[in-house]
């Protein structure tokens, strides 16, 4: 086991039962945190891949597609993320 574990079983065992609530609202309020910075740092990647997306062709691709036309730019790899971005918004 690991020894940090080890440490937290031997230190509980000395608690009363009105310091474990708090400790588990405290265990509660990190894993909360963890998650949180999980999300920003998903939230950012994210954000910085609109810019690639956001650009002439790509939107008069979208935009063709959706309104049911065919573009000078839907080649295979166009059809391709237009496909994904379907997809990801729900209307595949």
Not at 2 to 17: C, G, M, Q, V, Y
Not at 20 to 34: Q, S, V
Not at 55 to 69: S, Y
Request: aromatic share 10%.
């Amino acid at each position: 086991m690991n020894p940090n574990k080890e440490r937290i079983i031997e230190l509980i065992e000395d608690i009363s039962e009105k310091d474990m609530a708090e400790i588990i609202d405290f265990i509660g309020y990190l894993k909360m945190k963890r998650e949180k910075e999980e999300y920003q740092d998903v939230l950012q990647a994210s954000e910085s891949s609109i810019d690639f997306w956001d650009n002439k062709v790509d939107d008069e691709v979208w935009n063709d597609a959706l309104a049911g036309r065919d573009c000078a730019h839907s080649g295979p790899f166009h059809r391709f993320v237009l496909q994904k971005k379907k997809t990801r918004i729900g209307f595949v």
